[in-house]
């Protein structure tokens, strides 16, 4: 069945494009798992198109609304990205992304309506359904500009939208999920950023309630100079009185250059050292948010300044083993399951204390957060975190309906039942939230009584590497399917000489994947020592480069 195309709406769609022109470049742009992201002038366009892409889509979803998020998350001030959000707070369907890359390579009017078309006729999307969007952005000094170039879009498509201003990306992702929940039995939560720390504070007041005592120590959250800081804020004011005592540094949003810049998640994770304003003494508990607060990491020095990292992996362990605990606690342990999901650059120590500690399976998945997603979803309590800190924890229906029924039995079934039942909101369900996260640490560590020394010894990191390998062309690397790109199908002689040299290291482990972004491949490597990861990873990255690299 072939769909008519508005002509009205069309001609509207294209007076307004004249004042959004395409940059003037040759790159084709790319729509993946953080949406579109490049250097800020680029982008006007492309989010122009992208309003068109959500008002669409929002006609498919029967007039739900879909959400705009405008941030480029860990990356310098002068860059900026776009990305859908769908209707329960996912990430926008992927038989989707195809359509926003081809509306934001279209060069000419007639591209642009051809892209259209195609899209109503494709996705087969009925023009009389309604269309509502609402959107966000990041402190980027960009982002002003192109939140007019979205409006422009919504307007030229006679779509009703929502502008909800500077939010953190999580923020964003919850309102869309309330508000398209709003006249359900069960409600997400309230459709205002204000619900937002109301659902939060409370969901933490009942979590924290059958813990022993707060934490003893202070708590120091470096928010990247980002969105996250006026926000953290904010849920600070919301929080009961003496839950936390929290501290805040890198919070200059009115510098645009100290975003990001020496400071937050991305940069102590990939750097493995504290960021600027650091202060901290021995054994003093600190946590990193990126510039759009949606990954969080914990760390801290121990004495002579040896910095400790507990990223992604250590907090999806501490997760999975409280709420292992709460669940056979509560006397559910024979009627819910639980899960966690990484991906091959978890940490082999991590999984091990999983499977053998825990007690609890572990399943792998290809790289990007929307896969971990998706396979959690699948589960009756599934937990993922890459191990740049962003993550969350699911809760199927199926398990939520069993806390709901179930009737304890006695006062300890009770109070862990409680506490179950509190960290169902308490969690993001939607997307990887720092704030949201950092409440759940600390709620852990409450409940446990633990410093950051006792989180540490849980078990022990094997050392690890990640280099980077120019190649003549990285499409010649392919993944075989099913082992979350652990092991290369092209290729051909490459996986077997890196089954050879892993061979050599005890506790050794490799694997190459090709990069998204450039013609090279990633390596990661673990050992059971420093020096062997070293040699293990220098051995691969020679073979590669002497196989089919090029000089950098």
């Known amino acids: 069945m072939a769909y008519d195309i508005n002509e009205d709406e069309f001609k509207a769609i294209l007076k307004a494009a004249e004042d959004w022109p395409r940059a003037d470049t040759l790159a084709d742009f790319s729509y993946g798992t953080a949406g579109f992201r490049m250097r800020a002038d680029l982008l006007d366009y492309v989010v122009f198109t992208v309003g068109l892409v959500a008002s669409l889509r929002s006609r498919k979803c029967a007039g739900n609304a879909i959400g705009v998020m405008i941030t480029a998350s860990h990356n310098p001030a002068e860059d900026n990205g776009v990305k859908i959000v769908d209707p329960m707070g996912e990430m926008l369907m992927s038989d989707w992304e195809p359509y926003a890359k081809f509306m934001a390579n279209a060069r000419t009017p007639e591209q642009l309506r051809n892209c259209f078309m195609h899209i109503i006729n494709t996705a087969q999307v009925h023009d009389h359904n309604a269309r509502k969007v609402i959107f966000a952005r990041d402190t980027r000094p960009s982002g002003a500009r192109l939140v007019r170039a ?54 933490f007041s009942e979590a924290i309630n059958h813990a022993t005592r707060p934490p ?42 100290d975003l990001n810049n020496h400071c937050g998640a991305d940069f102590v994770k990939t750097s493995q050292r504290v960021p600027q304003s650091f202060t901290g003494k021995a054994f003093d ?27 992604g992996d250590r907090i999806a362990t501490l997760a999975a083993a409280f709420i292992g605990e709460l669940v056979r606690k509560a006397g559910l342990d024979e009627v819910i399951t639980i899960a966690i999901v990484q991906t091959a650059y978890a940490n082999g120590a991590s999984t091990k204390y999983v499977e053998q500690n825990l007690k609890l399976k572990v399943e792998f998945t290809n790289t990007g957060v ?14 993922y975190f890459e191990a740049n800190g962003h993550g969350t924890v699911l809760f199927s229906e199926r398990a939520v309906k069993a806390m709901r029924k179930h009737q304890p039995q006695s006062t300890a079934q009770m109070e862990a039942l409680e506490t179950l039942r509190a960290l169902t909101d308490l969690i993001n369900q939607t997307v990887g939230d720092a704030l949201s996260d950092f409440l759940l640490v600390e709620t852990i560590l409450a409940h446990k009584e633990w410093t950051v020394k006792e989180w540490l010894a849980t078990y022990t990191d094997l050392p690890n590497k990640l280099a980077k390998c120019l190649v003549t062309d990285r499409s010649a690397y392919t993944s075989v399917p099913g082992t979350a790109e652990q092991r290369l199908a092209t290729p051909a002689r490459v996986q077997p000489k890196i089954d050879e040299i892993v061979s050599k290291y005890r506790d050794g482990r490799c694997f190459v994947r090709a990069s998204g972004t450039e013609d090279a491949v990633r390596v990661y490597g673990e050992a059971a020592e420093v020096y062997d990861t070293e040699d293990l990873v220098a051995k691969v990255c020679d073979f590669i480069g002497s196989y089919g690299g090029k000089s950098p």
Request: charged share 30%; net charge negative; glycine share 6%.
């Open 285 to 311: 508990r600190w946590c990193s948010l990126d510039g759009d607060a949606d990954r969080i990491i914990y760390y801290f020095v121990e004495e002579g300044k040896v910095f400790r990292l507990l990223d």
């Open 370 to 383: 929307k896969h971990l997603h998706h396979v959690a979803a699948m589960k009756d309590i599934g937990v």
């Open 216 to 257: 003893s120590t202070p708590v120091t959250v470096d928010c990247a100079n980002g969105v996250g800081a006026p926000k953290m804020k904010k849920l600070i004011e919301h929080l009961p009185e003496g839950a936390l005592d929290i501290q805040i540094v890198n919070d200059r949003i009115e510098s645009p250059e």
């Open 150 to 203: 979205l409006k422009a879009a919504l307007e030229a498509t006679n779509t009703e939208y929502v502008d909800y201003g500077i939010l953190t990306t999580p923020q964003l992702h919850y309102l869309v999920k309330a508000t398209n929940t709003v006249k359900m039995d069960k409600p997400y939560g309230e459709v205002s950023e204000e619900g937002y720390y109301k659902k939060l504070s409370k969901a």
